[in-house]
Structures are given as structure tokens and as C-alpha cells.
């Protein structure tokens, strides 16, 4: 039995085994055959559904400093900017409009959206739309601060783990940052009954199959409800601007690896992976995605929100963003649906 069989019916590899699979990832017929029974598995869970997610990037202000990202503290180019309760509830006003259940508040590490702060926010989405879901991503916090915004309704949390390779991460990150928090953070996430989300760049700089290989084995053992890849896009204003993006191929080859590891998982084609390739997130669909997460941010706000250069969307309303999604996810046989759009375990 070869590698690709053996996880086709375990749903599980070694880190050596994965790890050979990666540097396989150019294997068209390898690619197509992982795709497919992606494909399948996600058409057997969720049907056609592709799960919409209303995004709303509340704050470009961040204590950390991660040397990839654009919004890091050190950028003194980024156009910092914070939401109010009210615009961000306006947000929802118009994304409830336009058919979304879930709403996600992400935001980079703002000490001034302290836990009531937050917590009244959420409150206040949840008692206007009880019937939504709402979805945080707010970097790491404390085991009370996840339970207070548990109590206030939040109901998913996303934290990418961002690379599961101690010197790896040590790299991408200033030295009051370590892997072992952000797992402790995960840990108690999931202990709190949030459904969670995990993740990982796909490419960033000093990555190797080896790492990659960590990551899948760290989504293999955690389990998460969620999982969040998207290829490395460099930032003009980062130490990393130089460094060349990740490679499309090889995260549409993981997307296939997770969906048949984790065949339940709720998996976005992310807008990192449209912004390298123009069909990018549909080729994502072909390959076991399941989610996508148009902007609900307001349109003068979204450039603020940079990331990574180059990025998608930033410019159309909320409105045009649905529709052309719309379109995109029913050429390639999915169809956008209303929902809140659970996991299904």
C-alpha cells in the first residue's frame, strides 16, 4: 500500500510519511487523485454547500510584532484604525442582509477592546441575531478571557497555530512569542467548547517538508473543528518583503491532504490563495474546501487591513463581494447557501 492509499483509508500518516508525500506535491496524477477523494468525502459530509462567513476586520491595531505581517507594531506606514460597536453592528445589519450566519470579528492584538469591551460587542450581534453564529479571531488571550467571550456567545475561535516547528517558529516571531502559548491558548479554546480553528501558512520563509509534516501531525492529534491554510504573501513593509510567496499548488495539495485527514473539518479557500491565483479559490472547492470568507469590513477600511500585499476584494462593496462569489463557487458545481454552517461531526 503506498502512502496516498494509506491515508485514503486511515485518515492518518507518520511524520515521515507526510513528510514524503509533500515533496510529491508536483505529481499531477498524485494531486488529481487526492483532489478527487477530497472532493468526495467533502460532497458526502456537506453536499454542495460552500459556507459563507461575513468578515469584519475591526482593528489594524496590534501589540505584536510578527516580522511577516503588515499590521506588526513596528510598520509606522500602516493607517491604524479602530471600529466602533455601532459600525461594527451596521457590519452585521448588512450581512445579515445579504444572507450570512456567521459573522467573524478578527482583529489584531488591540488592548483596547478589552474582555467587557469585546464581550458587550458580541453580546450585543448575538441578541440581534440569535439565529448567526459568531466567530472570533483575536489572537491569544487568557483561559477567563475566552470563557467571559464564551458566556457573551462567541461560538468559534480562530488561532492559527501558524507553524508547529519550535525553531520555525522562533523565526517568524519576536522572542516573547512562543508555540507553546499559542498551543496552551488552543488547548483551552477547545476545553471552553468553542468550535475551533487551527492553521498554518503554506511557504513562509525557512519552511521545509519537515515543518509542513509538524503541522499535519499537529491537526492529525488536535482535531480542530476548523482549519485555516493559505499560501505565504510577503508585505512591502516586513523584513520577509524580498522573500518569494508560497506556492499555489502545494496549498491546494495540503487542502486535499486535510480534507481526507480530517474529513468532517470545516475548511476555507482563503483570500490569500485568490490573491495569488485569479481562480485560486475555486480550484480551492476542487480540492476539498468547503468555506469562504467574504469582507463585510467597510470599503475605506480594507486596504488599512493589509496583511500581505496585493490582497483581493478591497476595494468592492459587500454586496458585489456575494454576488461574484456567488457566481465563482457555481462555475466549479458548489452553490452558496444561508447557513450558519456548523460542524458536522
Same mark, same amino acid.
Given at each position: ?51 459563507? #462567513? ?17 499590521? #506588526? ?27 450570512? #450566519? ?14 467587557? #469591551? ?228
Amino acid at each position: 500500500m503506498d502512502i496516498a492509499d494509506k491515508l485514503i483509508r486511515e485518515h492518518r500518516l507518520t511524520k515521515e510519511e507526510y513528510a514524503e508525500l509533500i515533496r510529491a506535491y508536483e505529481d499531477e496524477n498524485l494531486a488529481k487523485r487526492l483532489a478527487d477523494e477530497a472532493v468526495r468525502l467533502r460532497r458526502e459530509i456537506y453536499g454542495d454547500a460552500v459556507y459563507v #462567513r461575513g468578515l469584519i476586520e475591526f482593528t489594524n491595531i496590534c501589540k505584536n510584532d510578527c516580522l511577516y505581517c503588515g499590521i #506588526r507594531k513596528s510598520n509606522p506606514n500602516a493607517e491604524r484604525y479602530r471600529l466602533t460597536k455601532e459600525e461594527i453592528l451596521d457590519c452585521c445589519v448588512q450581512g445579515y442582509h445579504l444572507g450570512y #450566519r456567521t459573522f467573524v470579528l478578527q482583529g489584531g492584538e488591540d488592548g483596547y477592546y478589552t474582555d467587557e #469591551r469585546l464581550a458587550d460587542i458580541v453580546s450585543a450581534i448575538k441578541s440581534k441575531y440569535p439565529d448567526c453564529a459568531v466567530t472570533l479571531s483575536v489572537g491569544e488571550r487568557s483561559f477567563e478571557s475566552y470563557r467571559l467571550l464564551k458566556s457573551a456567545g462567541a461560538d468559534r475561535y480562530l488561532l492559527r497555530h501558524e507553524t508547529a516547528n519550535v525553531q520555525h517558529y522562533q523565526r517568524l516571531h519576536p522572542p516573547e512569542l512562543t508555540l507553546e502559548n499559542r498551543m496552551r491558548c488552543l488547548r483551552d479554546l477547545k476545553q471552553l467548547g468553542y468550535q475551533v480553528g487551527a492553521g498554518f501558512m503554506v511557504g513562509s520563509p525557512y519552511q521545509t517538508a519537515e515543518c509542513l509534516a509538524d503541522d499535519l501531525l499537529l491537526l492529525q492529534e488536535f482535531q480542530p473543528e476548523m482549519a485555516g491554510i493559505g499560501p505565504f504573501i510577503p508585505h512591502h513593509d516586513t523584513e520577509f518583503a524580498n522573500e518569494p510567496a508560497g506556492s499555489v499548488e502545494l496549498t491546494l495539495f495540503l487542502l486535499s491532504i486535510i480534507r481526507i485527514m480530517l474529513p468532517h473539518v470545516l475548511l476555507p479557500a482563503t483570500t490569500a490563495l485568490g490573491t495569488l491565483n485569479p481562480v485560486g479559490r475555486e480550484r480551492g472547492m476542487l480540492c476539498g474546501a468547503n468555506v469562504v470568507m467574504p469582507n463585510l469590513s467597510p470599503v475605506e477600511n480594507r486596504k488599512k487591513y493589509e496583511l500581505y500585499d496585493n490582497k483581493i476584494c478591497t476595494g468592492e462593496e459587500a454586496a458585489e463581494c456575494r454576488g461574484c462569489l456567488a457566481n465563482r463557487m457555481k462555475s466549479v458545481g458548489f452553490r452558496l447557501v444561508t447557513d450558519r454552517g456548523d460542524y458536522c461531526p
